[in-house]
């Protein structure tokens, strides 16, 4: 890998939709101003203190902090999250309650929820979820879809994509945005702090995040 391909973000263009990928874990489609995320996994961490395993999130503090930050940078038309906005039905506070009814007073009627299978009976006010959405030649999922229009991109999220980085004595896995150009769909990383994954296909194209800042093709 070398030091010239580490960029802030990398431009991706599906025909003439023009996508940007940031570190963030964010994509940006340039013609809508649209802002996609995905797989938050709110409240992940109570629900471990729940099962006896003493992980803390800090009342997702970092992932609401993240999203603030992304919305005062990009001002999106819509920010448009990908499913798995909570971990699981059983852990959500009122204190996460309140926190996410304060994003949505926030950034009101600019927030679209896809319903992702962790987000089933996360019945919230003023949440209404979505199965997918078509915009231009774009459609988003939470899990993927079976489209058969050739032209029409898939991006969706659901699988948390990361790749193994290693050399001869040492290896860290990390999140990726993946594309599988044979199926013509876009898998965004997880955005959530507390969230594993799993390694993708060797045939996917790759963009690895290493940092906050800096994003790369994986070759
Ligand atoms: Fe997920």
Redesign the pocket.
């Given at each position: 890998m070398s030091k010239r391909n580490i960029k802030n973000s990398i431009k991706l263009y599906w025909e003439d939709t023009l996508l940007e990928m940031f570190p963030s874990k964010s994509l940006f489609v340039h013609k809508t101003n649209e802002l996609l995320i995905s797989?938050i996994?709110l409240g992940k961490g109570e629900y471990f203190q729940q099962n006896g395993i003493p992980l803390t999130n800090g009342g997702d503090k970092s992932n609401f902090e993240r999203i603030y930050r992304l919305i005062d940078k990009f001002n999106p038309s819509k920010l448009i999250i990908l499913g798995?906005i909570f971990h699981s039905k059983y852990s959500i506070s009122s204190n996460l309650k309140n926190n996410i009814e304060e994003l949505i007073n926030y950034y009101k009627n600019k927030i679209i929820f896809i319903e992702?299978n962790?987000d089933k009976g996360c019945l919230i006010k003023d949440i209404l979820y979505i199965k997918n959405k078509r915009s231009l030649n774009l459609i988003y999922s939470h899990e993927p879809l079976n489209i058969k229009e050739k032209n029409v991109l898939n991006i969706c999220?659901?699988y948390?994509p990361k790749f193994l980085l290693k050399d001869f004595k040492d290896k860290i896995s990390l999140k990726c945005f993946a594309l599988d150009n044979y199926r013509n769909k876009l898998y965004l990383p997880?955005f959530g702090d507390l969230t594993g994954g799993k390694f993708c296909n060797r045939e996917f194209q790759k963009w690895g995040i290493l940092s906050e800042n800096n994003i790369v093709e994986i070759q």
């Open positions: 797989d996994h798995d992702g962790h999220g659901h948390h997880a």
